[in-house]
């Protein structure tokens, strides 16, 4: 049978697009407890341990993190897409509230509406095992459902999980991204604010998600979270992470580091829906170890920012390891979604998948930056890279970075790229079956993502389908 | 086959006090000395990350370790194992003595 031919929707039925973005609201801060003013500096590191009152080796920690960013430069390979940034316009502590509410009734009005349009609460009642939620710098609720908090499941923000359990965060904080291992690991370590520590027991599986939800409310903040997870052994988390942010006319960086440890048979699963507004640069880094038999997933979803660079990556510690990452990008107009994923097998017979899906559209641009590596000794090991894209128009831009390093000749290694477009005869057929241009387009951009989809949880599978209905909205002239 | 070793001379004694470092030159390697409250130790100047210089970055005597100072893997000086990512693989370790109150590295 002869392969159809392609034609590329036509542009003038692919451009403009509403200002879907639904979440661009801010509150106002006349009751904010403090805002730190803008620019980095020794003093500003110092006033943030200061008003965490924290333990002396954070302290030094901190310190010490800040002059190995000064001392960085910008990353080259990062092509000058960060040069935009102003590290000195930038609010780098912002406490809106004094105290942490145990219920949504805890918690300030404005704040609590804010969480209520976003959907927070009524989640919590119905389908998790526990949220915590960040306003600005700090978080103001967090809960956990009181029979995993009996079987021993910790679920903080990481600044009470210091305060409570030192030794524990002291053993495994930074161990897997140290300060220095990247300029804005760096940042992240000195001003770091917020995020969520998470152990597991041995043996405990926590069945339905842990949330946390990040909302950035302040014109030109920055948000630095950190977060730590150790599944123990034999045990299971899923950890599900959201965050908006108002639009405003001026830059905000969002720049986390996200560490997790899985020791030996546990299975950790970590989704990401990052919707922030077109404003905020998302610089993150996320990495994990699997130890022996244990399973590491990261469900990395993009839709919003103006520009993503994150590549989660996980290091196959231990024989029968297994990674998979899942990652998809939509790059709308004026954003560069700059993603992908890393596994490096370090154990015999460890196995690994990466799956890369990116849209893009009305001149958006989506990478694909990734690594697969085997190192000496890592023999039997398994991995498939899968990289497509799917190109709305002729303005649009996609691109892949693979790197691949082999250092052991009995492996098992594929690499898979596509690059496609919405063909005419696509939509000829799905419009014969009576569906618009626009729901036809959308069934088809749905049907790309399905693989992401599919692996969320039917709510959150629901709510990625809408944003991905608003973002197509209007795309069709 | 059996494999030969050079012992070289790194300093007298008393030049490389406790939490004292030196970086010494044989058979074209680099090779760093670190004495951890009184134990010698020996390493190669070079992480296994991506083979920078290792040795001249931040020592801790105390829990006797030296951080690469390109990208923060700690390495236990004892082993040549890295504790912290992004390294993953160990670096070479070196026997190093006293003898004659000189301190004496053997390369293989």
Same mark, same amino acid.
């Given at each position: 049978?002869?392969?159809?031919?392609?034609? =590329?929707?036509?542009?003038?039925?692919?451009?403009? #697009?509403?200002?879907?973005?639904?979440?661009?609201?801010?509150?106002?801060?006349?009751?904010?407890?403090?805002?730190?003013?803008?620019?980095?500096?020794?003093?500003?590191?110092?006033?943030?341990?200061?008003?965490?009152? !924290?333990?002396?080796?954070?302290?030094?920690?901190? +310190?010490?993190?800040?002059?190995?960013?000064?001392?960085?430069?910008?990353?080259?390979?990062?092509?000058?897409?960060?040069?935009?940034?102003?590290?000195?316009?930038?609010?780098?502590?912002?406490?809106?509230?004094?105290?942490?509410?145990?219920?949504?009734?805890?918690?300030?009005?404005? =704040?609590?509406?804010?969480?209520?349009?976003?959907? #927070?609460?009524?989640?919590?009642?119905?389908?998790?095992?526990?949220?915590?939620?960040?306003?600005?710098?700090?978080?103001?609720?967090?809960?956990?459902?009181?029979?995993?908090?009996?079987?021993?499941?910790?679920?903080?923000?990481?600044?009470?999980?210091?305060?409570?359990?030192?030794?524990?965060?002291?053993?495994?904080?930074?161990?897997?991204?140290?300060?220095?291992?990247?300029?804005?690991?760096?940042?992240?370590?000195?001003?770091?604010?917020?995020?969520?520590?998470?152990?597991?027991?041995?043996?405990?599986?926590?069945?339905?998600?842990?949330?946390?939800?990040?909302?950035?409310?302040?014109?030109?903040?920055?948000?630095?979270?950190?977060? +730590? =997870?150790?599944?123990? !052994?034999?045990?299971?988390?899923?950890?599900?992470?959201?965050?908006?942010?108002?639009?405003?006319?001026?830059?905000?960086?969002?720049?986390?580091?996200?560490?997790?440890?899985?020791?030996?048979?546990?299975?950790?699963?970590?989704?990401?829906?990052?919707?922030?507004?077109?404003?905020?640069?998302?610089?993150?880094?996320?990495?994990?170890?699997?130890? @022996?038999?244990?399973?590491?997933?990261?469900?990395?979803?993009?839709?919003?920012?103006?520009?993503?660079?994150?590549?989660?990556?996980?290091?196959?510690?231990?024989?029968?390891?297994?990674?998979?990452?899942?990652?998809?990008?939509?790059?709308?107009?004026?954003?560069?979604?700059?993603?992908?994923?890393?596994?490096?097998?370090?154990?015999?017979?460890?196995?690994?998948?990466?799956?890369?899906?990116?849209?893009?559209?009305?001149?958006?641009?989506?990478?694909?930056?990734?690594?697969?590596?085997?190192?000496?000794?890592?023999?039997?090991?398994?991995?498939?890279?899968?990289?497509?894209?799917?190109?709305?128009?002729?303005?649009?831009?996609?691109?892949?970075?693979?790197? =691949?390093?082999?250092?052991?000749?009995?492996?098992?290694?594929?690499?898979?790229?596509?690059?496609?477009?919405?063909?005419?005869?696509? +939509?000829?057929?799905?419009?014969?079956?009576?569906?618009? @241009?626009? @729901?036809?387009?959308?069934?088809?951009?749905?049907?790309?993502? @399905?693989?992401?989809?599919?692996?969320?949880?039917?709510?959150?599978?629901?709510?990625?389908?809408?944003?991905?209905?608003?973002?197509?909205?209007?795309?069709?002239? | 086959?059996?494999? %030969?070793? %050079?012992?070289?001379?790194?300093?007298?004694?008393?030049?490389?006090?406790? $939490?004292?470092?030196?970086?010494?030159?044989?058979?074209?390697?680099?090779?760093?000395?670190?004495?951890?409250? $009184?134990?010698?130790?020996?390493?190669?100047?070079?992480?296994?990350?991506?083979? $920078?210089?290792?040795? &001249?970055?931040?020592?801790?005597?105390?829990?006797?370790?030296?951080?690469?100072?390109?990208?923060?893997?700690?390495?236990?000086?004892?082993?040549?194992?890295?504790? %912290?990512?992004?390294?993953?693989?160990?670096?070479?370790?070196?026997?190093?003595?006293? &003898?004659?109150?000189?301190?004496?590295?053997?390369?293989?």
């Amino acid at each position: 049978m002869a392969t159809p031919e392609i034609a =590329i929707a036509r542009p003038d039925q692919l451009e403009g #697009i509403k200002d879907s973005y639904e979440y661009g609201f801010h509150d106002s801060e006349t009751d904010y407890a403090f805002k730190a003013k803008k620019g980095l500096n020794r003093a500003v590191v110092e006033e943030i341990s200061d008003h965490k009152d !924290e333990p002396q080796w954070m302290r030094d920690f901190r +310190l010490k993190a800040l002059e190995h960013f000064e001392a960085r430069p910008m990353p080259k390979w990062a092509g000058g897409h960060m040069d935009g940034i102003d590290f000195q316009n930038i609010h780098y502590f912002v406490r809106a509230s004094e105290k942490q509410g145990r219920t949504w009734d805890e918690v300030p009005d404005d =704040i609590k509406n804010t969480f209520d349009k976003l959907g #927070i609460p009524e989640a919590e009642r119905k389908y998790l095992a526990g949220v915590g939620a960040q306003y600005e710098s700090e978080v103001v609720y967090h809960q956990i459902r009181e029979d995993l908090e009996k079987q021993g499941v910790i679920f903080k923000d990481m600044d009470t999980g210091l305060r409570e359990h030192e030794d524990l965060v002291r053993e495994y904080f930074s161990t897997v991204i140290p300060a220095n291992d990247n300029k804005l690991a760096a940042l992240n370590s000195a001003v770091w604010s917020g995020g969520s520590f998470v152990y597991v027991p041995p043996g405990v599986h926590v069945e339905m998600p842990l949330q946390a939800y990040f909302r950035i409310n302040t014109e030109n903040m920055g948000q630095f979270e950190r977060t +730590l =997870i150790i599944a123990d !052994e034999g045990s299971f988390v899923h950890y599900i992470e959201g965050c908006t942010a108002p639009t405003y006319t001026t830059d905000s960086l969002h720049s986390a580091v996200v560490e997790i440890v899985c020791k030996p048979g546990s299975r950790v699963r970590y989704t990401t829906i990052q919707n922030w507004s077109h404003n905020v640069y998302n610089l993150v880094t996320k990495r994990a170890v699997a130890h @022996e038999r244990a399973t590491m997933e990261w469900i990395d979803g993009n839709l919003g920012s103006k520009l993503t660079m994150k590549y989660p990556s996980i290091y196959l510690m231990g024989e029968h390891a297994h990674g998979e990452i899942l990652s998809i990008a939509f790059a709308g107009n004026g954003q560069h979604q700059d993603a992908g994923g890393k596994c490096v097998h370090i154990a015999p017979n460890t196995t690994s998948t990466i799956t890369s899906k990116s849209i893009s559209k009305d001149g958006g641009r989506a990478s694909y930056r990734g690594l697969l590596e085997v190192a000496p000794g890592a023999t039997g090991s398994k991995s498939k890279v899968v990289c497509d894209a799917l190109l709305l128009d002729e303005e649009s831009r996609s691109d892949t970075y693979p790197t =691949i390093r082999i250092g052991e000749d009995d492996v098992d290694v594929g690499h898979e790229a596509t690059v496609s477009k919405i063909g005419e005869e696509q +939509l000829f057929y799905l419009m014969s079956r009576g569906l618009t @241009e626009e @729901e036809a387009s959308g069934m088809i951009v749905g049907g790309f993502i @399905e693989p992401f989809t599919r692996e969320l949880p039917m709510e959150y599978a629901v709510e990625m389908n809408r944003l991905i209905e608003l973002q197509m909205e209007g795309s069709i002239g | 086959m059996t494999e %030969t070793s %050079t012992t070289i001379d790194v300093c007298p004694a008393a030049e490389l006090p406790a $939490g004292a470092t030196r970086i010494v030159e044989a058979d074209g390697r680099k090779i760093g000395v670190f004495n951890c409250d $009184g134990a010698l130790h020996a390493i190669e100047d070079r992480c296994s990350h991506d083979d $920078g210089p290792l040795a &001249e970055g931040p020592f801790d005597p105390d829990s006797c370790t030296v951080e690469c100072p390109r990208h923060g893997s700690l390495f236990d000086l004892r082993t040549g194992r890295p504790r %912290t990512l992004p390294a993953y693989l160990p670096v070479e370790t070196f026997s190093v003595r006293i &003898e004659d109150d000189t301190i004496k590295l053997e390369v293989s």
